[in-house]
Nanobody, 123 residues
Framework: QVRLVESGGGSVQAGGSLKLSCEIT????????LRWFRQAAGKEREELAR???????TYGDSIQGRFTISQDNAKDTLYFQMNNLKPEDAATYYC?????????????????WGQGTQVTVSS
């Protein structure tokens, strides 16, 4: 059973940095389309960044240039480096994974979500 285990959230002052981690268990024989999302109180879940099955990285406009998505295949871990944090970045952050079939998402397969990690940014 694939599980995504997140860590690294916390409280920082505006302008500070945090690095989130998402360990993907039972992933040694599968590649994944990997994404980071966040959801602030009273708002819809927002997709922030993605590493697609073909390795392409994309970012949402709200975090472009401040946050970086990366992965360490040897550790089966996805990372999210967040710099220059702003109060509006405060939210619960989630990682998610979709199984790949070649360079595309595998149709019909389940996707997986982390448990969420809280980020608080004070002004």
């Amino acid at each position: 059973q694939v599980r995504l285990v997140e860590s690294g959230g916390g409280s920082v002052q505006a302008g500070g940095s945090l690095k989130l981690s998402c360990e993907i268990t039972e992933s040694k024989y599968m590649r994944y389309d990997l994404r980071w999302f966040r959801q602030a109180a009273g708002k819809e879940r927002e997709e922030l960044a993605r590493i697609a099955c073909d390795g392409t990285k994309t970012y949402g406009d709200s975090i472009q240039g401040r946050f970086t998505i990366s992965q360490d295949n040897a550790k089966d871990t996805l990372y999210f480096q967040m710099n220059n944090l702003k109060p509006e970045d405060a939210a619960t952050y989630y990682c998610a994974a979709w199984a790949c079939l070649g360079t595309d998402i595998w149709p019909g397969r389940s996707n997986y979500w982390g448990q969420g990690t809280q980020v608080t940014v004070s002004s």
